[in-house]
């Protein structure tokens, strides 16, 4: 009895202490990429908001371009990861940006990262108007700094703030034109509320 108890014990144990996305991780994996081939309506908060970010990168790194619906699922698990504004996403969405830049520059606007803003900054300068245009209109929405962010990232807003200004007065397309207004405003305001504190 006592023996069987120890044994019960240690398998007890050793149960409690695997991680939990070991035992479910193939089959999350597998519904995860199933909501991702979606053509709409796709819900990912059904899913463990804990494990979603890690799988999501899996998605995104190790899917097979063989695979059925690859684009349409690679772009879906990009915008999920973007959308979890987990600070992991960050260099997957960078990784990423020069086969999805649209796709992974609107993300990288939810991000108090200077990695993230020069990556932004990147595809200012984007043969392709519509890329241009997504990355002025994602510095019209990047976060400010807060106490939180480092100076890196501030120094980096500064300096983006003087680099759209000039962009606008030689950007040919008239949507990008009005996109690098909104972001200078938004970076002129964003500049205006660092000085005041």
């Known amino acids: 009895m006592k023996l069987f108890s120890l044994t019960f014990i240690a398998i007890l144990l050793t149960t409690i202490m695997m991680p ?6 193939k089959t999350d994996l597998e519904s995860v990429r199933r909501m991702c081939t979606a053509p709409d309506m796709q819900d990912f908060s059904v899913f463990d908001q804990a494990l979603l970010p890690g799988i999501l990168i899996e998605i995104i790194k190790k899917d097979p371009e063989s695979a059925l619906d690859h684009e349409r699922v690679v772009l879906s698990a990009i915008k999920a990861l973007g959308a979890t504004k987990v600070p992991e996403a960050i260099p997957v969405l960078i990784e990423q940006a020069d086969k999805y830049p649209a796709t992974c520059v609107y993300w990288l606007a939810n991000y108090a990262d200077s990695s993230a803003v020069a990556c932004i900054i990147k595809y200012l300068y984007s043969k392709d108007a519509s890329v241009r245009h997504e990355a002025a209109e994602a510095l019209s929405r990047i976060p400010a700094p807060s106490k939180t962010t480092t100076k890196e990232y501030a120094s980096i807003l500064d300096s983006t703030l003087s ?22 405003t938004h970076l002129l305001d964003i500049s205006l509320q660092f000085s005041m504190q």
């Open 163 to 184: 680099l759209v200004a000039f962009m606008a007065t030689d950007e040919e397309d008239k949507s990008v034109v009005e996109a690098l207004w909104r972001a200078t």
């Open 20 to 25: 939990a996305y070991a035992v479910a991780d």
